[in-house]
C-alpha cells in the first residue's frame, strides 16, 4: 500500500474582480502568465466586461476559458445595464451563452428590491430551466454598523436554507458572517456549484485576503472539495486594489499555489 497523489477535477479560475482597478484585459494576460485554468468575469464599468465578443476575443488569444460570469448585483454595480435587476441577470446569461460559461454568480436581492426580492426564487429557478446556465446565488452577510446588525438581503444573505438548486460559496463572506464555512458545505452537499477563494479575519469589513492569511479553514475547505471530487469550479477573488503590479503578482501566485497543494489530496491506493 502507498500514498497516491489524486488530483480533483476542480478547475482553479481567477475573478477579474481580483486585479481591480486595472482591466479585465489585463486579467486574462495575468492569468494566462501565472497559469490559471482560467476566468471569472465580472461585470464592472470596464467596457470590455460587458462585450461578449471582446470577452471572447481575448479568451481565445490567451488561451484562457471564461468559466463563470458575475453579474453586475453589486452595491456598486447598480448602474450597469440599467436600473431592472432581471435585466441584469439576464444579460448576464447571454453574456454566459456568448463565450462559453456554463455559471453566472450572482448575489440575493437587497432588501429594498421588494419585487425582484418576491419572485427571486422562482425567478432563479425558471432561468436555470430555460438556459441550461446555472445562477450560483452567493453567500452574504449581515451588515454591521456600531453595534448593531441589518439584515440588507431578501429572502436572507444565507443561501443554504433557500431552494436555490446552485450556490457560491465565498470565504470572505463567511468570515465577515461569523458562518461555518465547512459546515456550509456540508449542508449544501450537491448544491455547492462554484466557490470563490479567498480569506478573511473576522472583521466587519469584507476582507478578501489570500488564503492562508486568515482564520478562514481555506485548507481544510479545498481538501474537503478534493475528498468529495468537486467538479466546479474554485475563483480566487482577492483584494489587490492598494498593491503595486509586482506585489499583485506576488499575491496572485500565491493563491494559485495555495488552491493547487490543498487540492492534491493523499489517497490510499494499491501500487502493484
Keep these: 500500500m502507498a500514498g497516491a497523489v489524486s488530483i480533483p477535477g476542480a478547475t482553479v479560475a ?13 486579467a486574462f494576460a495575468t492569468a494566462a502568465r501565472l497559469g490559471y485554468d482560467a476566468l471569472e468575469v465580472m461585470v464592472w464599468t470596464d467596457p470590455v466586461s460587458q462585450e461578449a465578443g471582446a470577452v471572447a476575443a481575448l479568451s481565445e488569444l490567451h488561451g484562457i476559458p471564461v468559466v463563470s460570469v458575475h453579474a453586475p448585483t453589486l452595491l456598486l454595480t447598480q ?4 436600473p431592472d435587476p432581471w435585466t441584469k441577470v439576464d444579460k448576464s446569461i447571454a453574456l454566459a451563452q456568448e463565450v ?3 455559471t453566472v454568480v450572482l448575489h440575493p436581492p437587497f432588501r429594498w428590491q421588494k419585487e425582484y426580492a418576491a ?10 430551466h430555460e438556459t441550461g446556465v446555472a445562477l450560483a446565488v452567493e453567500n452574504m452577510f449581515p451588515w454591521r454598523a456600531r453595534q448593531r446588525e441589518f439584515e440588507a438581503y431578501l429572502p436572507h444573505w444565507d443561501p443554504v436554507p433557500q431552494a436555490y438548486d446552485n450556490v457560491t460559496l465565498d470565504l470572505s463572506h463567511t468570515s465577515t458572517a461569523g458562518s461555518d464555512a ?3 458545505a ?12 479567498a480569506d478573511g479575519l473576522g472583521s466587519l469589513k469584507d476582507e478578501h485576503l489570500v ?12 481538501e474537503m472539495l478534493a475528498l468529495k471530487q468537486f467538479s466546479g469550479s474554485v475563483v480566487v477573488e482577492v483584494g489587490t486594489r492598494k498593491l503595486t503590479p509586482e506585489q499583485r503578482e506576488v499575491d496572485l501566485a500565491e493563491a494559485l499555489a495555495f488552491a493547487r497543494l490543498h487540492l492534491a ?3 490510499t491506493a494499491e501500487v502493484s
Excluded: K, N
Design 211 to 222: 488564503p492562508g492569511r486568515g482564520s478562514q479553514p481555506c485548507a481544510e475547505f479545498l
Design 265 to 267: 489530496t493523499a489517497s
Design 119 to 128: 419572485e427571486f426564487v422562482e425567478g432563479v429557478a425558471l432561468r436555470e
Design 182 to 184: 465547512m459546515a456550509m
Design 100 to 102: 462559453g460559461a456554463s
Design 79 to 82: 448602474r450597469i445595464w440599467g
Design 186 to 197: 456540508a449542508a449544501l452537499g450537491p448544491r455547492l456549484r462554484h466557490v470563490h477563494l
Design 14 to 26: 481567477l475573478s477579474t474582480a481580483s486585479v481591480y482597478p486595472d482591466t479585465c484585459a489585463a
